[in-house]
């Protein structure tokens, strides 16, 4: 199976962030305009956490929060579940489905280097299996 880094060479790197004291209508205008699920909040170069849209619907939404005058420092998951590029696709969804998440900040050393989402890791299982079962087939009529 092939490691996070394969990953993100294919999807590439793209890092979309917010500051902690952004306010959360921000955050989510942020998110819409790049059709992603969630933000890393960064301070500065440090990742200190990463805000979703599950975030904003809990809590925000549900216990009737003003978007415009919550930070999200205040809504954020943190500290955020990251893996390292040569962590393994299956490791990967492993961490997921247990931590209940859907994105998984890539760390190298101290510096981000990307996102996977659960999306990501599904189709790659998917394609390797059926990679598997194309051999299995020519193997067997062969």
């Keep these: 199976m092939r490691q996070v880094k ?76 990251t893996v390292g590029p040569d962590t393994d696709v299956f490791d990967c969804m492993r961490l997921c489905t247990d931590s209940r998440i859907r994105h998984l900040p890539v760390v190298s050393g101290d510096r981000v280097v990307g996102v996977i989402s659960i999306g990501d890791l599904v189709k790659e299982v998917i394609d390797a299996q059926a990679e598997q079962i194309e051999q299995l087939q020519r193997y067997i009529t062969s």
Excluded: C
């Design 6 to 81: 394969h990953l993100l060479e294919g999807k590439g790197n793209d890092i979309f962030s917010v500051a902690p004291d952004a306010p959360v209508l921000e955050a989510i205008k942020h998110m819409a305009e790049r059709r992603v699920g969630a933000l890393l909040v960064m301070r500065g170069e440090r990742l200190v956490g990463i805000v979703s849209e599950r975030d904003y619907a809990r809590k925000v939404i549900l216990q009737g929060r003003s978007s415009a005058q919550t930070a999200v420092s205040e809504i954020m998951s943190s500290p955020a579940l």
